[in-house]
């Protein structure tokens, strides 16, 4: 691919000390070569209504629509709660799958990660999120795995990312981000990241 890969990549806080906000911003930092990163905020995505949809697509969604259809792949940085996915990420891609016949979210491809302060670091909000990507048929990067655990201890108090395991598995994982999405436009990806 001769173009940047385009990633666009959203987090399910709205918190502005968010870790997993901060873990996007980080993420943005350590994209391998030939791609780049936009974060797009979801805090003004309102709560799915089907009564609204039928009034035409609020403005904020039709602009994440947008920006959803222009990537090459999402970067999804998920927290979790009460073991799933938080109810504005799932609400956001709600919405990213309207209307189901020509949506902006259908086969992208798609990485996810998260931090938490939980000692499973958003394991069971990543695999719902699995579940949610078999409905869309979103091919997703499977390995690696990259959960923060303990996030409370992997961030220093501006929103940086000190732990260096971590930081060299999201590197992995945008890595093996960039080699799907390349094999899914029909090239060869670079290599496959265990
Ligand atoms: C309603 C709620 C439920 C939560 N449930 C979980 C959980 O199931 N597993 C977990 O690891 N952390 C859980 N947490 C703790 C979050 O991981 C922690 O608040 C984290 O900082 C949230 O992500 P953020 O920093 O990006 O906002 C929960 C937090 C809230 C507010």
Not at 44 to 66: A, M, R, S, T
Not at 132 to 153: G, H, Q, R, S, W
Not at 154 to 167: A, V, Y
Request: charged fraction near 25%; charge should be negative; proline fraction near 6%.
């Amino acid at each position: 691919m001769d173009e940047k890969i385009k990633v666009l990549g959203f987090a399910g806080s709205l918190r502005k000390g968010s870790y997993n906000r901060a873990l996007l911003r980080v993420a943005k930092g350590l994209v391998p070569e030939g791609m780049e990163l936009e974060i797009f905020e979801l805090d003004d995505i309102p709560l799915y209504n089907g009564d609204v949809e039928e009034q035409g697509f609020p403005e904020p969604v039709q602009e994440f629509q947008n920006k959803i259809r222009e990537a090459d792949a999402l970067l999804i940085v998920a927290p979790e709660y009460n073991y799933s996915i938080p109810g504005v990420l799932k609400n956001a891609i709600d919405w990213a799958s309207r209307p189901p016949t020509n949506c902006a979210i259908v086969g992208k491809p798609v990485a996810v990660t998260g931090a938490s302060t939980g000692r499973f670091g958003t394991l069971r909000s990543q695999l719902h999120l699995r579940d949610v990507f078999f409905a869309l048929n979103m091919p997703a990067v499977l390995k690696p795995e990259v959960y923060i655990t303990n996030a409370e201890e992997k961030f220093d108090e501006n929103g940086n990312l000190t732990d260096e395991r971590s930081i060299s598995q999201i590197r992995k994982l945008l890595q093996s981000l960039a080699d799907l999405t390349i094999k899914m436009k029909g090239g060869e990806g670079k290599q496959a990241v265990a």
